[in-house]
């Protein structure tokens, strides 16, 4: 180094990553030996994990759990697992790769840590992380794809609770995807140079991952794909129909939730809400497609063929759409449009508003005393009017409850119409505006009471329950 470069000063670099509490490691145990000393539930479960992963186990316990015992009589693939009757001996540590005691006596933790750290092996003792080498936190298991989380053994129970939650946004289908990641991942790298086209290609197959499980034949459709000999067909997208509930996030099914964190575009209606778009996978782009009674809306035949030309287009589409997909919704005709185009369509169910509803009062729709049966009816007819169509007379029925969605117009005219059929005018009525949302109302009447409303102007979602269930007190 010259005099001028001993000078120069030092190029300074932003630190990459904060400090790192434990780092984490994942070690391939086939066929190597791991000990386990100890009689405890924690011994059997280590003992368990170990043989799992493909370790040969030797456990040494001189009285053992009841669980290690049943471990040990249903068999532990793909590794083994030896059970030893007796105490632990340096000797038995000889070739380990792993050393685990379950114990409390300092004097035999001092010698077991010394006797595997002869014998070259990492040494963790039950619930004393300060004088392990390794800690063994929660796990996610979708193998080959595996989450391991650390608290650095100071709470063993958000652990838990961390690994629950990612639990819910990891499909088990993401175990298919890995495992045939491994299988075509020769023949990728054969076909791709490295750069920005097997980039592309590992990036949509990741997104891929967070869908469906893998199909027949799909090895070699990706092969294809990404030799540029797919047809185009092959390199269709799909559409998902999701309900997206009433619009409290937490009311989403997982799968609804990882059908949005899948989504390349989210076609969604516009009672979804916001919180529940905040969902979707970051880079989805969002369209809303609402259509509201009396407003400027879009036609279905315009939604058809969006999601027609998208899903040809290779996207993943979510169609999400507020409450349950199903429940006066135009989904059937969505769904035959797209199965005429030969577009795979799937349906994610929601919790409908007439559900919520009675959530939100503690109301039983069915109470043995008050309801021998459940009606979901649609407050207008394709014209916007009251529908002459619908069975009247059984849905004046007194013990019959009543769920009435997109009713606020006709809600005078229908309330009217049931009394006339025989329906006491003192029957409880409910009215819910935006449930399921953070300012959700509920507003109790009668049924004659809406017959002189008439009508009830609102801009948020409503809901109307009309049936004993109803009374104040709920039932």
Known sequence: ????????????????????????????????RVVVAGASEAVAWKAELFSAAGGDVAVFAETPDAELLAIIERGTPPGRLTLNRRAWTAADLDGAALAVLDADDATEIEAFRAAGHTAGALVNIVDKPDVCDVLFGSIVNR???????????????????????????????????????????????????????????WERFAERAFGPAPGD???????????????????????????????????????????????????????????????ARREARRVVVGKRGGRASCRQEDINELMVELARAGERVVRLKAGDPMVFGRAGEEIDRLRAEGIPVEVVPGISAGIALAAALGASLTHRDAAHSLRFVTGHAKSGELDDGLDWRGLADPDTTLVVYMGGRTAGRLAGRLIAEGLPAETPVVFGFGVGQPGQRIERHRLADLVALGSVPTAEPLVIGIGKVFAAGGR
């Open 217 to 279: 034949g799909e090895a070699e459709r990706l092969i294809a794909e990404a030799t540029g000999e797919g047809s185009a067909a092959e390199a269709a997208g799909r559409v998902i129909l999701v309900g997206a509930g009433p619009g409290e996030p937490e009311l989403l099914t997982l799968k609804a939730v990882r059908a949005l964190q899948s989504a390349d575009v989210v076609l969604y209606d516009d009672l979804v809400s916001a919180d529940v778009l905040e969902l």
């Open 1 to 32: 180094m010259t005099e001028r470069d001993a000078r120069a000063p030092l190029r300074t670099f932003p630190a990459r990553m904060q400090p790192l509490a434990r780092l984490p490691l994942f070690i391939d145990l086939s066929g190597r």
């Open 143 to 201: 193998s080959p794809v595996v989450v391991g989380i650390s608290t650095d053994g100071a709470a063993p129970v958000m652990g838990q609770a961390i690994r629950r939650r990612i639990e819910t946004l990891l499909p088990p289908a993401i175990s298919a995807w890995g495992a045939l990641a491994v299988r075509i991942r020769d023949a990728i790298t054969a076909r791709l140079a490295p750069g920005a086209a097997r980039r592309i290609f």
